[in-house]
């Protein structure tokens, strides 16, 4: 258990719709990231926050966005989804620049 | 720009066997961090080691054992004894130190697989 956890963990849903997926990280971790790992794809990082502020962006969709709450857990909201967002999504924290980052259990999130 | 390069999609090897993964980097940056994660069937990635540009000392734990070698931009993992449970995709990963502004870069994962 890494101590990093990921809500739901699995989630159907049609396309046109709009999810939010959640995140607590480990107690005491300020950065928490996004990642989607698709088969054609592999592991993309999607986003980066580090105490309540945006710090890093990948190759995030528009149709995709993300914050984290002054407790530090974190939302990633897809909206208008398309089939080929069908991913596992993944959350990970870390106490600061440098240290391990742990990955949550992950969400896979199937469009149909 | 950084990049990570496993350039072996799948291995299969016998139980008890020894397996190596390879994984090498490409970083202008003097600092940076190297990883290894497993993901078993079930999906999770499970984090293995981390090792700063700085400790080129190879590390044991039990039956898994790192390489690094800044020379060749290298850090290879070993299995020693390999054993069913092993099965799994792994990835090799890089982190600029950066405070504040970080990226993990994966490789594309290595498939391993032990015959029982």
């Known amino acids: 258990d890494s101590g990093v956890t990921q809500t739901p963990k699995h989630l159907i849903t049609a396309t046109g719709q709009r999810v939010t997926l959640r995140c607590s990280p480990r107690s005491g971790d300020l950065s928490v990231y996004w990642y989607q790992q698709s088969l054609d794809q592999g592991l993309q990082f999607l986003i980066q926050?580090?105490?309540?502020?945006?710090?890093a962006k990948g190759n995030i969709l528009e149709r995709f966005s993300a914050q984290q709450f002054p407790d530090l857990h974190s939302e990633l909201n897809l909206s208008s989804l398309e089939l080929g967002d069908s991913a596992l999504y993944f959350c990970a924290s870390s106490v600061a620049s440098g240290n391990t980052i742990y990955f949550g259990e992950g969400s896979w999130l199937t469009v149909v | 720009a950084q990049k990570v390069t496993q350039a072996q999609t799948e291995i299969s090897v016998v139980e008890k066997e020894d397996v190596t993964l390879d994984c090498v980097y490409e970083t202008r940056d003097t600092t940076y961090y190297l990883f290894w994660y497993k993901q078993p069937p079930s999906g999770e990635l499970v984090f293995l080691i981390r090792r700063n540009s700085f400790d080129e000392q190879n590390e044991i734990s039990g039956r898994y054992s790192w390489n690094f070698q800044k020379s060749t931009s290298s850090f290879n993992f070993t299995i020693t004894a390999s054993q069913v449970v092993d099965s799994a995709v792994y990835f090799c990963a890089l982190i600029r130190s950066n405070f504040g502004n970080e990226k993990l870069t994966f490789g594309t994962g290595t498939r391993l697989t032990i015959i029982p």
């Open positions: 926050y580090y105490n309540g502020e945006e710090r």
